[in-house]
């Protein structure tokens, strides 16, 4: 049960009058679904409670809300756990064992071509080359990216490289 608002109080460097304290007892009340990030962005937008350069203070509210929840003046939603994103162990197979060295010229392999990778057998095989020959290993890159292979026509579509954009990466298989 949630305590009456009796006195102004200072919580996280700033002072509350009752007034505001109320408002942030309606808006916990009000938005019951509400995470505790989203409420302390709404309840920073209400208060207009924001650093020198106008961003919300949003720890300091979450420091706030919880000092409130202490003393008894709201209940807040249960803390979210977030999962822990879980990447794929790549598999190293044949098809991505080293080939013979090309030693001509360009001119040779020409004409060359980015060819997309489409589909998710394409994508697994364009992962396990770069998890295998590039110093990094393969990385889930974050947000949309663009995949090609690097194919020889002349070599009989034989694959040079991949590369991908999203911020732009090159590389190109040994």
């Known amino acids: 049960m949630e305590c009456a608002i009796s006195k102004p109080l200072t919580l996280s460097g700033r002072y509350f009058s009752k007034k505001e304290l109320r408002q942030v007892q309606e808006t916990v009340k009000m938005f019951p679904d509400l995470s505790r990030t989203e409420l302390a962005f709404t309840i920073c937008e209400h208060l207009s409670w924001v650093t020198p350069k106008g961003s919300d203070r949003i720890n300091s509210c979450l420091t706030a809300l919880e ?39 360009l001119e040779e392999i020409a004409p060359l071509e980015l ?15 770069v998890d295998r020959y590039h110093y990094l290993g393969y990385k889930q890159p974050i ?24 911020p732009a990466v090159l590389f190109f298989l040994p």
């Open 143 to 166: 947000g949309d990216s663009l995949r090609y292979f690097i194919v020889s026509k002349n070599l009989n579509n034989r694959l040079l490289g991949c590369l991908m954009f999203t």
């Open 67 to 105: 000092q409130l929840e202490n003393l008894g003046y709201i209940q807040l939603p249960q803390k979210q756990i977030k999962k822990k994103r879980v990447t794929k162990k790549i598999v190293w197979s044949d098809k991505t064992v080293e080939e013979s060295r090309i030693l001509c010229s």
């Open 115 to 129: 060819r997309i990778v489409k589909d998710k057998k394409e994508v697994s095989l364009w992962n396990e080359y």
